[in-house]
């Protein structure tokens, strides 16, 4: 195979609506292919995600990345939240799906399909570990992965709230915008409980997986990922004095990776030697 360099392609994702994919098979491709999943409030090209790419596809991995569905980019715009009103509709099933769309993309474009490894970071966490049992996926790898689906839904005074006012704003500190979760996605999970939990997931896994997680987390708690270290049955690679994005911002102007973020990727490279 030749190399390729798609970007801002065009998957479809959930609830049939359209998202932005890239992918890169470098000259030196070897028939691997990374899978990088966002965050909550994320989306492909934050921070130095590109340069995470950069980093594989110079050692001869394949590397797609997309936004989600519904994360309130578009396909005019994937930067930030220009679509308020799709990131207010969105919930866990239809990010736990996307992931599994955007196999079926992959599934279309490459033949044959390539050796797959998914890799999540925080929310996209979660999301992979819950796609894990996927037959095209090889391996998993977390960067400060959620444990529990159900742990965003168990302060019973919010929930309270936002039955009653039928919608939910959390601030953006960056953009800050007033982004809005419907209700909906607690109804969601309820309706989905079983299908979102990465706990039973984890424990089903027989795939290699590799857990890894900032000690200076304040975001995702280093505990989640003790916790899925214990599920899955490894051990949880710790990145010591360094943040929930490892030390990564948006925008990141540098054109090298944070250090700790490329510690991150440099074990992520020998596990998946």
């Known amino acids: 195979m030749g190399s390729l360099n798609y970007i801002n392609h065009i998957y479809t994702g959930s609830a049939n609506r359209e998202s932005l994919i890239d992918l890169e098979i470098p000259i030196n491709y070897k028939g691997q292919l990374i899978i990088f999943v966002h965050g909550y409030m994320g989306f492909k090209d934050w921070g130095a995600w590109n340069l995470m790419q950069q980093f594989f596809t110079s050692r001869g991995f394949g590397f797609c990345k997309f936004n989600l569905s519904h994360n309130g980019g578009t396909v005019k715009n994937g930067f930030d939240f220009p679509d308020l009103n799709a990131f207010s509709e969105n919930n866990y099933s239809k990010e736990k799906a996307d ?11 490459l033949i044959p399909l390539p050796t797959i490894h998914l890799i999540g970071h925080s929310r996209g966490g979660g999301m992979v570990l819950l796609n894990a049992l996927d037959q095209r996926v090889h391996s998993v790898c977390t ?12 302060e019973p005074k919010i929930l309270s709230d936002w039955e009653k006012e039928k919608v939910r704003y959390t601030i953006n500190q960056r953009t800050k915008q007033q982004m809005p979760h419907n209700y909906s996605q ?14 039973a997931h ?18 995702v708690p280093i505990e989640e990922g003790f916790e899925l270290a214990d599920w899955c049955q490894c051990k949880l690679e710790i990145i010591e004095n360094t943040d929930h994005v490892f030390g990564a911002c948006h925008p990141w102007l540098e054109n090298h990776l944070p250090a700790k973020l490329e510690e991150v990727c440099l074990k992520i490279e020998a596990f998946l030697s």
Do not use: M, Y
Not at 100 to 109: G, H, P, Q, R, V
Not at 186 to 199: G, K
């Open 99 to 109: 992931v599994s769309f955007a196999l079926d993309w992959i599934e279309k474009t």
């Open 143 to 154: 960067l400060a992965a959620i444990s529990s689906v159900a742990k965003r839904f168990s």
């Open 186 to 199: 607690v109804i969601d999970f309820l309706n989905h409980q079983s299908e979102l939990d990465i706990r």
């Open 202 to 219: 984890c424990e089903k896994i027989k795939k290699p997986i590799l857990l890894i997680h900032g000690d200076k987390d304040v975001s």
